[in-house]
């Protein structure tokens, strides 16, 4: 191509071989094989350079349904550092954004393949503004619009997922330039994928229903939703079926209940919700049945719940007193284990392989463990960089928040603690593909659930109620990660005033204002106490004031309960450190109330982790 941009020859091979293909495609494949391409290129011109960068860019952006913070763009980079995002639309692209937007228009109208016409003319429409300052060309949108229409086939997108995808994201653009012809389209082809996935008994069932059912923007009928309905209810009704072990499934049931009773709230059908809440009661309170008291006690927590919201309060009072019975039986269930927290950051399979164990208390206790940074290491580690680099060891820091100072730490010399705090959160920022990673492989490993981690939190018997747990657990299943952090973090805190309630303190302060009234303690009055502190252990302390309280840290509970986070923050590292916080709770013990009366009110707040 002529002008400041030309596309290399062995990258028009790769397009062109793609293009060419029968089996089905893959975006990420063709990734893959441009920056395979643009990494060989011997001696690339300058302009080829661009070329072949502007090929990659248009299938490094991820098109996951949400817009860039900056731009307002259904495309972004996945990159957890906003500063990368800047690069590429700046400083590499700066000069031919209109070329870059030039040849994604020229791809979208000369290729064939409906997956690579779909992916050029959606990016064409979809960056115009952002990369070129240019009006997006409608013609643009009716061509992905169609080219998504296409490509919804086995032999083009063989992962059912990937078609729900591209049918949704043709109806979502067609609804934004109104072209009911074409919303009419995509929404055929969406209750058409929602009918192939009910008779295949996929799984997928709640893609079409979450995206259709409530939608009164692109002309879904009454005898469509109708139907709709109908599947939630065949699905509840299936799934419940506690006498065939091969279909139940209380989660199945739980989501399609909630589903419904949302809606039929909605059109005023109470007796119905109150239905489907009593089949969740019943399905939960079987499901706490089936498996062993640190599940029980978690899964009874949702049957208790249902049976109160359908009226129910004598089912409901009987499933408390069981999950009460469940909670005390953990402890006899949990075994003390032992770790060390050594990582080899050189061969993660290894590293997975230290971590999930056979069992899957093991499981829980190694990975809490091997995320608790040791606070001597630490030490270790600033007192190496101080002979390293002497001189930073000299300077001090100072963290800004928007318009303000939130922070300032000094020298390793003046302010130890306060190094250690910024050492901790580098190192804690450093494993979160660790962490990540081990958790996605005790989940495979050992098949949990939401209710292995609520449970596993629970044991110490910090939470009295499991309901909002249930919530954010199951969120960052769902990879709703804004939820999730903004439900954990409170329950943190709570099961942090347990800790203190368990240690025979008081949770409650004389308010600052109001006399004869008191308030409850914060996160900073726990672990600023040293009291506190050295009953919760080194460890421990370093973790909760590094990631939720400490300013000189993340600061993570202040900038929830403030309202200071922003939801660039928030991604999978972040939510997978508070799900490991819950581990973490799993492994703290309290000494019994009888070796504290024993050892007399010196030693009374002594606790140990197992």
Known sequence: MAGALVVPLAIEEVIARFDAASAPLDEHEVQRALGTARSALTNPTDAEKLGAWAELLAFALSDNGTSSSSRKTYFSLVSSDPKDDATVYSSDIAGVENEILSLWTQRAKTLKHPVLKARYADLAWDMSRAIANARPDPEMARTAIDAYLASLTENLRDDAHGRFHAAIRALGLAAMIRDAARVELAKNALLSLHREAMAADQGLWWITIDRLLDDKNVGVTGPERDQLVADLE????????????????????????????????????????????????????????????????????????????????????????????????????????????????EDMDKFLGELVVPDVGGTFAQIAGAFLHSHSGLEKRIAQLQQQSPLMAM????????????????????????????????????????????????????????????????????????????????????????????????????????????????????????????????????????????????????????????????????????????????????????????????????????????????????????
């Open 234 to 345: 065949s699905i509840v009704g299936k799934r419940s079926n506690t006498s065939d072990p091969s279909v139940f499934n209380p989660h199945a049931v739980e989501s399609a209940a909630k589903k419904l009773i949302k809606y039929y709230n909605k059109h005023g059908k109470g007796d119905d919700a109150r239905r489907l809440h009593e089949v969740m009661g019943r399905t939960f309170e079987h499901f706490a049945s089936l498996g062993n008291a640190t599940l029980a006690s978690s899964v009874l927590q949702t049957a208790v719940n249902a049976y109160r919201d359908a009226g129910l309060q004598q089912e409901s009072k009987r499933a408390r007193i069981a999950m009460e019975e469940k909670i005390a039986q953990s402890h006899d269930e949990a075994a003390t284990f032992t770790f060390e927290q050594t990582i080899s950051r």
């Open 395 to 610: 300077i001090g820091q100072t963290i800004v928040a928007d318009n303000h100072v939130a922070a300032k730490v000094g020298s390793v010399e003046g302010d130890p603690f306060g190094r250690l705090i910024r050492q901790a959160q580098q190192e804690m920022s450093l494993s979160d593909m660790w962490l990540v990673n081990v958790l996605g492989r005790a989940i495979e490993a050992h098949g949990l659930m939401p209710g292995h981690f609520v449970g596993w939190a629970a044991r110490s018997g910090l939470f009295s109620d499991l309901t909002l747990l249930m919530e954010g657990v199951a969120a960052w299943y769902e990879q709703d990660f804004v939820k999730a952090v903004h439900v954990l973090v409170p329950q943190v805190e709570k099961g942090l005033r347990s800790i203190v309630s368990n240690l025979g303190k008081p949770i409650t302060k004389r308010h600052p204002k109001i006399p004869g009234v008191s308030v409850v303690i914060g996160m900073g009055d726990i672990l600023y106490s040293d009291e506190i502190r050295d009953a919760l252990g080194q460890e421990l302390t370093l973790h909760f004031l590094t990631l939720y309280s400490d300013p000189r840290g993340f600061n993570l509970r202040n900038k929830v309960a403030h309202g200071m986070i922003d939801a660039d923050e928030i991604d999978p590292g972040l939510a997978s450190r508070i799900i490991h916080t819950l581990l973490a709770f799993g492994i703290w013990e309290p000494l019994s109330k009888a070796t504290r009366d024993k050892q007399g009110p010196e030693t009374d707040t002594a606790a140990v982790a197992t």
